[in-house]
């Protein structure tokens, strides 16, 4: 059994994390003044300070090197390409973001529109990260040669295995 190739999980992490940060930012253009109105209405600030900022950068880069670490040891069992990349993003949606979503909407604290707006463009966002981080990701070789990407069940492997 091989172990995780740290290396490669970093790249792959931090690439993830990155992209995921600037769907994130882009995103939230759509919707800003919506969650400020709701903060608002609860007397809550909304602050975006440097250190708000920064905690966002952290937070991003921990979701993707959350997202490949997922991937690596799901690669295990589904194999390796962006099926299983899939099935880790969707899987840690479900586990983290859709469930916040259940206790913004419990709590009242945002207008239900906008925690649908969250979860679909979370949902992309997840996706398109572990795509992007598994592409990245790839395991270590004892031999100087990696291994041919085969068809099989789970399908291909990712493209350019290097």
């Known amino acids: 059994m ?5 290396g490669r999980w970093l790249a792959g992490g931090l690439v993830a994390g990155l992209v995921g940060w600037i769907i994130e930012g882009v995103a939230g253009t759509t919707y800003t003044r919506d969650v400020q109105s709701a903060l608002e209405a609860h007397n809550l600030p909304m602050d975006m300070s440097a250190s708000v900022f920064i905690l966002s950068v952290v937070a991003s880069l921990i979701e993707g090197l959350t997202l490949v670490f997922f991937y690596a040891v799901a690669r295990v069992r589904f194999g390796p390409g962006p099926r299983t990349a ?12 859709l469930l916040s979503l259940f206790g913004y909407q419990i709590i ?17 966002k997840m996706i398109l990260a572990a795509l992007v981080g598994g ?3 790839r395991e270590s070789w004892s031999s100087s040669k990696p291994p041919r990407a085969t068809a099989g069940r789970h399908g291909p492997e990712f493209a350019a295995s290097t």
């Open 2 to 6: 091989m172990g995780i190739n740290i």
């Open 86 to 97: 899939v099935i880790v993003a969707v899987t840690l949606w479900i586990g983290g973001n």
């Open 108 to 124: 009242g604290l945002f207008p239900l529109r906008v925690l649908l707006m969250w979860g679909a463009i979370g949902l992309a």
């Open 135 to 137: 592409w990245i990701y």
